[in-house]
């Protein structure tokens, strides 16, 4: 399964944003919709204008990692950083 340059373990290595990013979602639009502790709009404005941005930063974190991860596997294998023996690695 792919979805423009990401492949399925890209889109599994994201699955760790999307999930928050879900949640971040479904209470926003709870919140919204049935509102169970009265609308104040100093409170509620600052609440949801809380929440709207942290859904917005890590969409465009989510995006901006999997472009990352897809263009480092295109890439290829980075090279051993420097100090690691041959030996010690699996």
Known sequence: MEIGPLDHETLLDLLVNVIPLGILV???AAFVLASPFGFDPVASG???AIVGSMIVLLAVLTYY???AVANAERDGEP???PGVLPETRE
Do not use: M, T
Request: aromatic share 24%; no cysteine.
């Open 79 to 81: 090279e051993e950083p």
């Open 26 to 28: 479904f209470f926003f």
């Open 46 to 48: 600052l609440q949801l």
């Open 65 to 67: 990692a999997g472009r």
